[in-house]
């Protein structure tokens, strides 16, 4: 029974990942209700799946972690806000339009103390995060579909737009989910090449292999690793692409900040010199580019990326 409230719980968290690719066209909100209550359903069944199994394996009860702490103090702070706000009930429900309040981030919340307590390891952890990339690549490609109006069986709903915003509803929200997908695919593709514990590699054989850090060049190079880091590379570069199609400013900044603060870091504390050089010079790559396309925004060059690119028509244009 354990095995199998174990695996019903590991599979509701995986069709929970699912949301952002439901639709339903017969609600008044068909973008939004239909992710809420698909959302909603799984994480309450996940999470009395996971009450069951908690009380018989300890092994699957919530270690103490600051992420878990600091969620909860935020959903406390939003009911304490709620309680004294001007509207209770707006607020703790929300609307339909928006699907969120002090209500939905509980079960966000009871997700998040579900998945750290049954998700245990390194490769559990990437299995999760490679199927979420699947998902957010489909999303993606439904996105550039759109973009160039090409119809597609069962997302005819998407009609050609100028700003994307796939199936999930709104050019911003698909801004912030591909940037996202575009970090998690970079994560993975380097973590594939630095982990200890290989993706699709075992580590058997003598000690000296098991403490290898980088694994044998031919293991590196069988078709599944190959494989797996090309799916990480086009994930990235689609995800790029769609998030540059939704306009969506506040996402590719937030981009550019995660990637220049990651680069800063590795830059100052990674063991690696070379690493480290790279890094430092890249980073500063970033922020010369940042700074020519500031300069160079009112040039022919720049009006005519404006024309085919709704971000940059939105950011530097000013069209």
């Known amino acids: 029974m354990d095995y199998t409230l174990l695996w019903g719980i590991r599979i509701g968290l995986l069709l929970v990942l699912v949301t952002p690719l439901i639709f339903s066209p ?76 002090v209500f939905d981030q509980a079960h966000w919340f009871v997700l998040l103390v579900v998945v750290i307590s049954v998700v245990k390891g390194v490769r559990q952890w990437r299995a999760v995060f490679i199927w979420n990339l699947i998902i957010a690549l489909f999303v993606g490609l439904l996105g550039m579909a759109q973009r160039h109006g090409v119809e597609i069986p069962l997302f005819s709903y998407l009609g050609q737009e100028s700003r994307v915003f796939s199936t999930l509803g709104n050019a911003t929200f698909l801004g912030a989910y591909m940037m996202i997908a575009s970090l998690l695919a970079v994560g993975l593709l380097m973590d594939s090449f630095t982990s200890r514990e290989r993706i699709g590699v075992k580590q058997a054989g003598s000690r000296r292999r098991r403490n290898d850090r980088i694994a044998p060049r031919g293991r590196l190079l069988n078709p599944w690793m190959f494989g797996l880091r090309s799916f990480f590379v086009v994930t990235a570069i ?67 990326l404006g024309r085919v690119n709704s971000l940059v028509e939105r950011s530097l244009t000013g069209d």
């Open 26 to 101: 017969s609600t008044a909100f068909p973008f939004v209700v239909g992710k809420a209550i698909w959302s909603r359903i799984l994480i309450e069944i996940v999470f009395g799946m996971w009450v069951i199994l908690a009380v018989r394996r300890p092994e699957y009860r919530p270690a103490s972690s600051w992420l878990v702490r600091l969620v909860g103090f935020f959903l406390l702070a939003n009911l304490l806000a709620a309680l004294f706000g001007v509207s209770f009930q707006r607020s703790f429900w929300s609307n339909f339009e928006r699907m969120q309040g």
């Open 238 to 304: 689609t995800s790029l692409w769609v998030l540059t199609e939704t306009g969506s400013r506040g996402a590719f900044i937030g981009l550019l900040a995660g990637v220049l603060a990651s680069g800063l870091m590795f830059a100052l504390w990674y063991a690696n010199k070379r690493v480290r050089i790279w890094a430092l010079g890249g980073s500063i790559c970033l922020i010369l580019m940042f700074v020519v396309a500031i300069v160079a925004k009112d040039t022919d060059l720049v009006r005519s």
